[in-house]
């Protein structure tokens, strides 16, 4: 796999366009919406409540996910906190890079809460409804990563191997005399953006097939245990993670994820309130049913 060596698709200036990694990700969001709106519409629901949830989610979704990586500390040589506490203009820079999924995530789904709570609708439901397309759009906006040739593992021989530029390296990947310009690495992206996209047409089928035996978050609590599940084993593959202690932060919320979701899932599925009769000689069961007035 070879990125190719622009990553911006229209270039008006020498430093400034349409890049790649825009279009990816607006793209992802559109078409997640679209399967929203889908659902919905199938439900018996207006769709229009989508697409006026997506303004807020998506400005929530930007704010956490700058938020996430400008509070991080990645290794690797990338930027972080302790770049940014001494040149605080540039955390406004999104242009630059530096949105983490996680953070956009949680405000993603925030902003999706705030609209639902001041519109009365049921926010479990629409957030059942947003959830596969997230995945959809994961799937589609990590390809952004390729053309910025970054989110990539260690060097691999496998046939799919990506290859990344001198000038885009990370730690300890930039000496070339160790690895040579024609050294291939795993491509990490790749391997989100498909785990994404099953999990997407898995919670899309479940969606579909069980909408009857289903409850309310259940698809939003399956994407919380799904898509970190996945996310705790690549990030082995992150040479870059943001590590605390001996662990790496994305795996630690990952487990949180999974966890807590997994369990509020069994839970919910498996801790039924049985309506117990009266007991013998209780006045409930004593009671003589009394004759129904005329109306």
């Known amino acids: 796999m070879r990125p190719p060596a622009d990553p911006i698709l229209i270039r008006f200036t020498e430093t400034w366009g349409i890049h790649w990694y825009g279009v990816l990700i607006v793209a992802g969001v559109l078409l997640g919406a679209l399967y929203a709106a889908w659902r919905a519409k199938r439900d018996g629901d207006d769709p229009d409540h989508v697409w006026n949830a997506l303004t807020i989610a998506v400005i ?37 890079g530096g949105l983490a999924i996680y953070g956009a995530i949680v405000g993603g789904l925030l902003g999706v ?30 390809w952004g990563n390729f053309f910025n040739q970054e989110l990539y593992g260690p060097p691999t021989d496998l046939p799919w191997g990506l290859q990344i530029a001198p000038q885009h390296r990370i ?28 999990l997407f047409a898995v919670l899309a089928v479940v969606a579909h097939k069980y909408r009857d035996r289903i409850k309310r978050g259940d698809i939003l609590l399956s994407y919380l245990v799904g898509y970190p599940l996945g996310r705790f084993f690549l990030e082995y593959l992150r040479p870059d993670a943001w590590m605390i202690g001996p662990i790496a932060a994305a795996q630690l919320f990952a487990i949180i994820c999974v966890v807590g979701a997994g369990a509020i899932l069994i839970v919910r599925h ?4 049985p309506s117990s009769p009266p007991q013998e000689g209780s006045d409930a069961a004593t009671a003589e049913p009394q004759a129904e007035k005329p109306s």
């Not at 990947?173 to 996209?197: C, G, I, Q, V």
């Not at 498996?270 to 309130?273: E, L, P, Q, R």
């Open 60 to 96: 929530f979704a930007i704010i956490g996910a700058r938020l996430y990586h400008v509070f991080s500390e990645p290794e690797g040589g990338m930027v972080g906190w302790s770049y940014y506490r001494t040149h605080p203009i540039e955390i406004l820079y999104i242009w630059q």
């Open 171 to 198: 730690i300890p990947y930039n000496n070339l005399e160790r690895y040579p310009p024609d050294t291939l690495f795993h491509p990490t992206f790749l391997y989100e953006s498909l785990w994404a996209l099953l």
């Open 113 to 142: 809460a705030v609209y639902t709570w001041r519109t009365g609708l049921p926010t479990l439901k629409w957030l059942d409804y947003g959830a596969p397309g997230l995945a959809l759009g994961q799937a589609i906006g990590r």
């Open 270 to 273: 498996t801790v039924a309130k």
